[in-house]
């Protein structure tokens, strides 16, 4: 299976920066299908951008995934106090789908 | 509106079992693919099984494999995982998922339930 590897682990921001993390895969993935979600504590998971660089819907255009093959980042351009949260890669290209550890985004 | 509730969840003794249940509206749902996500105390999220739009195809990680089985009811708007053979490896919120496009990516996620295996 594809392991899927977030850095950093923590994320520690002031609201307004600019936030960028990365997903790095073990091997390629197919046709970058490559997901990002955001959860808030107490909540389940958000989808905010499929097949590397879609954002989903109703999501605001601060959020931009980029990437391919192995490499993959969803940057945050100007951090809002609601973006503090822990934020997921998945890749779905591949069977089974797996997850990142998770980035964490921290107020600083 | 899209909603998923999901039910079922509970305390159960190791190699006990448990049948978790979906309920879905908003959307039809037989066409589209549903999973199971779980997220075990403090961790991140797993994947746990899929199943297409019609149920005639289901997948699942290995270390549910003839543990788990997923099923729905198209006709009730029903997903359910019956979870047998429990161990505390499985204690994990439980989220019922729905597939965009039947691509693997999930667009809604229900609230989850907890289910926890203990003696």
């Known amino acids: 299976e594809i392991v899927l590897t977030q850095s950093p682990g923590t994320l520690s921001l002031s609201p307004g920066e600019r936030a960028t993390l990365s997903c790095r895969a073990s091997?390629?993935?197919?046709?970058?299908?490559l997901a990002w979600y955001q959860q808030r504590h107490g909540q389940a998971p958000r989808l905010l951008i499929y097949?590397?660089?879609s954002r989903a819907t109703g999501i605001p255009d601060r959020f931009s995934g980029s990437g391919s093959g192995t490499d993959f980042t969803l940057t945050i351009s100007r951090l809002e106090p609601e973006d503090f949260a822990v934020y997921y890669c998945?890749?779905?290209?591949?069977?089974?789908?797996?997850f990142g550890g998770g980035t964490q985004v921290e107020i600083k | 509106e899209v909603q998923l509730l999901e039910s079922g969840g509970g305390l159960v003794q190791p190699g006990g079992s448990l049948r978790l249940s979906c309920a879905a509206s908003?959307?039809?749902?037989?066409?589209?693919?549903m999973s199971w996500v779980r997220q075990a105390p403090g961790k991140g999220l797993e994947w746990v099984s899929a199943?297409?739009?019609?149920?005639?195809?289901?997948y699942y990680i290995d270390s549910v494999k003839g543990r788990f089985t997923i099923s729905r009811d198209n006709s009730k708007n029903m997903l359910f995982l019956q979870m047998n053979s429990l161990t505390a490896d499985d204690t994990a919120v439980y989220y019922c998922?729905?597939?965009?496009?039947?691509?693997?990516?999930?667009?809604?996620w229900g609230q989850g339930t907890l289910v926890t295996v203990s003696s």
């Open positions: 998945q890749q779905y290209g591949s069977s089974p789908p797996t």
């Open positions: 908003g959307f039809t749902f037989s066409s589209y693919a």
């Open positions: 998922a729905r597939e965009r496009a039947a691509q693997g990516d999930i667009d809604y």
């Open positions: 199943i297409t739009g019609s149920g005639g195809a289901t």
């Open positions: 097949d590397a660089s």
């Open positions: 091997q390629s993935v197919s046709r970058s299908r």
